[in-house]
C-alpha cells in the first residue's frame, strides 16, 4: 500500500481533505468578527502605515505574522499604504488555514523520518481528521503559526543527526528557530535543543577539537542566523523596549493568574493539568483520541528508556517543551495546546506501528487505529456540520429575536461579549451590565435590581460568564446566586430561546455545549446563545 505512487497518491488525497476542511466558510462571523484576539491583530493590522507608523504597539505576540498580514494586504490592495480591519481577519484566516494544510505533508515526512511511510500517513490522516486543527486553521490567530514552525523545527533538528549538508541544515534550523522566536517569545525554550544535537554527533574518527570547534561554528550559525531573522522582524522590541516589557509583563501576569482579569475569571479554583485533561483534549483529539495518546505516550517513555533511540527521545522532548509549561498556568485556554497536537498523533502513530511477526498485539494496533481514525472522522465531520455548515448561532438568536420581541423591548445583556453587537441594530434598548465585577463590587446588587426590574428580556450571548457562575457559585456568591436565580425562574423570567443542539452537536460537545469543555473552545464559534423573556 505505501510504496512511492501509492504513497503520493494517498497524500495528495489528504492535502485535498485538508484543504477542504481548512478553508471551508472561512468568511465565519462576517461582518462582525466576534473573536476578541482576532478584532485585537486586525486592530493593530489596520493602525500600520508604511514607513510612516511600523510600529504594531501590540506585543502579545511576535510582529512577524503581523507584518505578514500587512504585506499580503498591500499586495493584494487597492495601491493604499493601509490594510483594512476585515482584510486583516480574512488575509489572517487564509494564512493559518494554509500553514494548517501544509502541516499535512509535513507530518508525513516527520513521520516517515521516524519510522516508515505508513507511520507519516497513519499521523498526517489523524492530523487532518484533527478538530483542534480545524478549528484554528479558521482563525486569525497565531497558533497554527507555532504548530508549523514548531514541527518544522523539529524536522531540522531530526535532520541535524545527518553527516553532510551540516551547514545548510543550521542554516535553515537558525531561520525556523528565529521565525518561532518571531512569532511568540516563550519559543525561546526551544533554542538549547539543536545546539545539545549538534554536540550529540561525534564519531569515533573525528579529532576532539575539531568536533568542538566545528560544532562551535555551527552552533554560532544557528544563534546569529535565529537573532538576525528575530531582529529583522520584530525591530520594535527593541525601538519601543518600554511597550515591549510593559505587555510581557502584563501577559506573564495573566497567565500566571498574579493579576486578575474578568476574561481569567472561568480558571479560578481549578487544577492546572487536570483541568486540561477533561476540557481542553477531549476537544482538541476527541475523547478516544485522548485516551490513545496518554497510552501511547507512556509507551514511548518506556521504550525511550529501554533503546535509547535518539529521535524519538527528541519526540517526546519537543512534545513535554509544548505541552508541560501551559499546563500548569493559571491559564488554561485551549489555543496553548494546539502546537502539541502534530506530536501527539506522530506518538500514537509510532505506538501503534505494527511489529513483526504477527501477533495478538498487532491485531490490537490496528484495531486501535481503526477505531481512531472512525472516531476522529465523526468528530471532525460534528464539528464542520455543527460550527460552519450552520447559521452562526448569534444571528440565529437574532432571527428569534426579531420575530418574537417587539422592536422596543428593553434588554439587559452582559458587557465584553461581542455576541450582543448583531442585536444593535434591531433593538435600540439594550443595556449592558458588568456581571464580571458583581462580586468585587456588592453594591452593584442595587444597580442590577433596578435594570432588571425595568427589563423585559435578558440576553445572554454566550455562556462565558454563566458557566463558571454554575460550576463554583462558592467563588462567585453573588453573580452565581443570580444565574441560579435566573435559570431557575425565580427572578420572573422564562426561558424562551436557547440555542438549538441536534445529533451532530451532542456528539460534538459530549451531551453538553455549555459544560464539557473549556469556555474559549466554543465561545467565538459556536457560543450558546440563551434568551430569557419577563412572564407576563
Known amino acids: ?71 499580503i494586504g498591500l499586495l493584494a490592495g487597492r495601491g493604499v499604504p493601509t490594510v483594512s480591519f476585515s482584510d486583516a481577519v480574512l488575509i489572517g484566516r487564509l494564512i493559518s488555514a494554509t500553514l494548517a494544510t501544509m502541516l499535512i505533508p509535513l507530518v508525513y515526512l516527520v513521520g516517515k523520518r521516524l519510522a516508515d511511510r505508513r507511520t507519516g500517513f497513519n499521523a498526517a490522516l489523524l492530523t487532518t481528521l484533527s478538530v483542534g486543527i480545524i478549528q484554528f486553521a479558521h482563525f486569525s490567530t497565531f497558533e497554527m503559526w507555532l504548530t508549523f514552525f514548531s514541527l518544522l523545527l523539529f524536522w531540522f533538528c531530526l535532520r541535524l543527526q545527518d553527516a553532510q549538508n551540516r551547514r545548510n541544515l543550521a542554516l535553515s534550523t537558525g531561520v525556523v528557530l528565529g521565525i518561532l522566536v518571531a512569532i511568540k517569545i516563550s519559543s525561546i525554550v526551544f533554542i538549547p535543543l539543536p545546539l545539545l544535537l549538534l554536540f550529540l554527533q561525534k564519531t569515533r574518527r573525528e579529532e576532539k577539537w575539531r568536533f568542538i570547534l566545528k560544532n562551535t561554528a555551527l552552533s554560532c550559525l544557528i544563534l546569529a542566523t535565529a537573532g538576525a531573522v528575530y531582529l529583522a522582524t520584530n525591530p520594535y522590541v527593541f525601538l519601543d523596549y518600554a511597550s515591549f516589557r510593559n505587555s510581557i509583563g502584563y501577559e506573564t501576569s495573566v497567565a500566571l493568574g498574579t493579576l486578575p482579569v474578568f476574561y481569567t475569571q472561568a480558571f479560578s479554583g481549578t487544577t492546572p493539568g487536570i483541568f486540561q485533561l477533561f476540557h481542553v483534549f477531549p476537544f482538541l483529539l476527541n475523547p478516544f483520541g485522548e485516551i490513545v495518546g496518554i497510552f501511547s505516550l507512556v ?55 505494527p511489529v513483526p511477526p504477527a501477533t495478538a498485539k498487532n491485531t490490537l494496533r490496528r484495531g486501535t487505529l481503526g477505531a481512531l481514525i472512525l472516531t476522529s472522522g465523526i468528530f471532525s465531520f460534528a464539528f464542520i456540520r455543527t460550527v460552519y455548515l450552520t447559521p452562526d448561532t448569534r444571528l440565529q438568536a437574532l432571527s428569534w429575536a426579531r420575530n418574537h420581541l417587539p422592536p422596543n423591548t428593553a434588554i439587559l445583556s452582559e458587557t465584553y461579549d461581542l455576541g450582543i453587537v448583531p442585536f444593535n441594530s434591531f433593538f435600540p434598548n439594550i443595556t449592558l451590565f458588568n456581571f464580571y465585577a458583581m462580586d468585587q463590587i456588592p453594591s452593584q446588587q442595587v444597580v442590577l435590581s433596578q435594570k432588571l426590574a425595568s427589563a423585559d428580556a435578558v440576553i445572554l450571548p454566550s455562556q462565558r460568564v454563566l458557566k463558571p457562575r454554575l460550576l463554583r457559585p462558592s467563588l462567585f456568591p453573588l453573580s452565581g446566586q443570580f444565574y441560579h436565580n435566573l435559570v431557575s425562574g425565580n427572578l420572573g423570567f422564562s426561558k424562551a430561546y436557547q440555542t438549538p443542539c441536534d445529533v451532530w452537536c451532542t456528539i460534538l460537545y459530549l451531551g453538553s455545549p455549555i459544560f464539557t469543555y473549556e469556555e474559549t473552545a466554543t465561545v467565538f464559534d459556536r457560543p450558546v446563545v440563551t434568551i430569557y423573556r419577563r412572564r407576563l
Do not use: C
Not at 511600523?54 to 505576540?61: D, G, L, S, T, V
Not at 533503546?307 to 513535554?320: E, G, N, P
Open 299 to 353: 509507551y514511548l517513555l518506556v521504550q525511550a528508556s529501554k533503546k535509547r533511540q535518539a529521535s524519538i527521545i527528541l519526540l517526546l522532548i519537543f512534545f513535554l517543551l509544548l505541552a508541560l509549561p501551559p499546563a500548569v498556568l493559571f491559564v488554561k485556554w485551549t489555543r496553548y495546546m494546539v502546537p502539541a497536537v502534530p506530536f501527539i498523533y506522530l506518538m500514537i502513530a509510532l505506538a501503534l506501528r
Open 1 to 71: 500500500m505505501f510504496r512511492n505512487k501509492t504513497s503520493i497518491f494517498f497524500l495528495l488525497l489528504l492535502l485535498i481533505i485538508s484543504a477542504i476542511l481548512h478553508f471551508i466558510s472561512l468568511d465565519w462571523g462576517a461582518p462582525f468578527f466576534f473573536h476578541p484576539d482576532e478584532r485585537n491583530i486586525a486592530y493593530a493590522v489596520s493602525a500600520l502605515t508604511f514607513p510612516y507608523r511600523m510600529n504594531p504597539h501590540f506585543f502579545a505576540y511576535g510582529s512577524l505574522p503581523l507584518y505578514s498580514v500587512y504585506l
